[in-house]
């Protein structure tokens, strides 16, 4: 029988904290080395469009700050 992700997580967050850390770091560590070539390219391609029409003047760049009050804002209606 396999786990869900649901089962997992409720499991996870029962670790110490030490463990979660661990856990964490393992996770990071696979994603950042096993990433879909296609999506790569993807995320490299949007990137690339971004910078060009902020360096063409499309469009302005926005703080961080400042755009996740924006879409908290959103959010709550």
Known sequence: MSLTVDQI???AIQL???SKV???ERLV???ETNIDP???LLHIETA???RDDIRSGRVQPVEGKEALAHVRRV???
């Open 29 to 31: 560590e696979y994603l």
């Open 9 to 11: 997580y409720n499991e």
């Open 38 to 40: 296609n999506l790569e």
């Open 75 to 77: 959010v709550k209606g």
């Open 16 to 18: 110490p904290d030490e």
């Open 22 to 24: 661990f856990l964490t």
């Open 48 to 50: 690339k469009r971004r």
